[in-house]
């Protein structure tokens, strides 16, 4: 348990520190003394994951204590670890190459090469390279997945002979967050 100690002069309606410009109002010298259960001052969550590192659940409140459910999870072989402080679902994974594994921010995806409106003449043509160089890319025109294909050297080249926007989803493995991008084809 961490105690924390007040003096009565806190508790009454008006009190100003000392070095104010307003008299301080003073209290009983009794001092009062608040406990705050140890379990209050440190958040545990429990963080549920593949065989990649990929998060696919987080426990943040439980009936029982999560020490408990963690050990009934490495009872039952479920991979996950106890982690001290909040995690982002969408922007994190659990490193699992260090001896303990450990919860990380997801690297971005690095796209390189001059992303522009092009000709609507499907001979104007985007050259990017993207990092890392294995990816799913995805090509969306008014909602619609139009064209999938999977990369494995790092490159893309775009081109349309349709007027309009695409996006264009850059999807890799785990641990990556996905990239995404808009080109304008005119």
């Given at each position: ?91 994190a994974y659990v490193d699992l190459t260090k001896e303990r594994?450990?919860v990380l921010p997801k690297p971005e995806v690095i796209i ?70 808009e080109v304008g084809a005119q």
């Amino acid at each position: 348990m961490t105690g924390v100690t007040l003096d009565n002069t806190w508790a009454v309606p008006g009190f100003v520190p000392g070095g104010a410009s307003v008299p301080a109002t003073t209290g009983g010298a009794e001092p009062v003394t608040l406990e705050e259960p140890e379990a209050l001052n440190k958040t545990k969550t429990l963080v549920r994951h593949d065989a990649n590192g990929f998060i696919t659940q987080i426990i943040l409140q439980a009936a029982r204590p999560m020490d408990e459910i963690s050990k009934s999870f490495t009872e039952a072989g479920i991979d996950h670890i106890l982690y001290d402080g909040p995690v982002d679902i969408k922007e994190a994974y659990v490193d699992l190459t260090k001896e303990r594994p450990e919860v990380l921010p997801k690297p971005e995806v690095i796209i390189t090469g001059e992303i522009r409106p092009i000709k609507a003449d499907g001979v104007d043509t985007l050259h990017l390279t993207v990092q890392p160089e294995k990816f799913t890319v995805y090509v969306w025109y008014d909602n619609k997945l139009v064209h999938q294909e999977d990369v494995t050297d790092g490159k893309i080249e775009f081109a349309s002979d349709q007027v309009g926007t695409f996006r264009v989803t850059v999807v890799p493995g785990q641990p990556y967050k996905v990239g995404a991008f808009e080109v304008g084809a005119q």
